[in-house]
């Protein structure tokens, strides 16, 4: 129905390395009970961020992959037929604000635009949600927190926070990890050493300086990872490289051979 998940807050935080003072912004954040909007390009670790500050917090967390279909009804819930029975089935952010968990609401511009209506309560002094279905006004629970996300480069007219919406949360921008943490991030990840990750890293940030020319968006920390891990269980370099770091990235032909080309001098 809504593509939501959750994951409990006793559980061992997800590795994450600090970029700057991200983590101690979202735990005041949370001590203050203030809505957070996390920017930044696919891929950059916001969403490994909330895990790991969920599990930190032993807050639980419901995330939810937002897409063009999921309306405020996915969020909120609906009636549903079980056992011959009408029941009302709470959705991810109605228990969330009834259980004190935090409600990741992940590229929450691509939700429809009914979803933003039904966040502005949550996201002022009254910290409330009306479920119209069943006439109840329900009042969060102290330790509820919404936080959401969104890639400001990878917006068009249509989709867009407006500003009335983007005020009412307090602000994190990530961008990729500079070198020197995003080599140990991946050699982490992967299971691959630190001086074979070198190049793939300098790989990783030529493509990114080519993001508006040829590439709509560029290479992530989850795609470097991935082309580590091949590497790391016995697949060829220019495979791996060309599998997870080049395919990805594009469809066009003309742009696939000059991404090898740099591939190639990068690489020699």
Not at 55 to 70: E, N, S
Not at 143 to 159: H, T, W
Not at 179 to 195: D, K, N, T, Y
Request: charged content about 25%.
């Amino acid at each position: 129905m809504d593509g939501s998940h959750i994951t409990g807050g006793a559980a061992t935080a997800p590795f994450y390395l600090p970029q700057g003072d991200e983590c101690d912004v979202f735990a005041a954040a949370a001590a203050h009970r203030l809505p957070v909007l996390l920017k930044g390009p696919t891929g950059c670790g916001k969403t490994r961020f909330v895990a790991h500050m969920a599990a930190k917090l032993g807050r639980p967390l419901y995330t939810v992959a937002c897409h063009d279909d999921l309306s405020a009804a996915d969020l909120i819930g609906r009636y549903l037929l079980k056992g011959g029975e009408t029941v009302w089935v709470d959705g991810p952010l109605t228990r969330a604000v009834r259980e004190g968990a935090i409600c990741y609401l992940d590229e929450v511009v691509e939700a429809r635009k009914d979803v933003t209506v039904v966040l502005h309560p949550l996201t002022d002094d009254r910290r409330i949600l009306p479920i119209d279905r069943t006439g109840e006004e329900l009042e969060a629970h102290p330790d509820f927190l919404l936080v959401a996300s969104y890639n400001p480069g990878y917006q068009n007219i249509l989709k867009t926070l407006k500003p009335s919406t983007r005020q009412r949360f307090i602000g994190v921008e990530f961008t990729f990890p500079r070198p020197e943490h995003e080599i140990p991030v991946v050699a982490r990840e992967s299971g691959l050493a630190e001086e074979r990750v070198k190049p793939l890293v300098r790989l990783a940030n030529k493509l990114r300086a080519m993001k508006g020319q040829d590439l709509e968006e560029g290479v992530s920390t989850r795609l470097v990872v991935y082309a580590a891990t091949l590497i790391a269980g016995g697949m060829g370099v220019d495979r791996a490289i060309r599998t997870a770091m080049i395919e990805p990235l594009s469809d066009d032909a003309d742009v696939k051979a000059g991404l090898r080309d740099l591939v190639t001098a990068v690489f020699g």
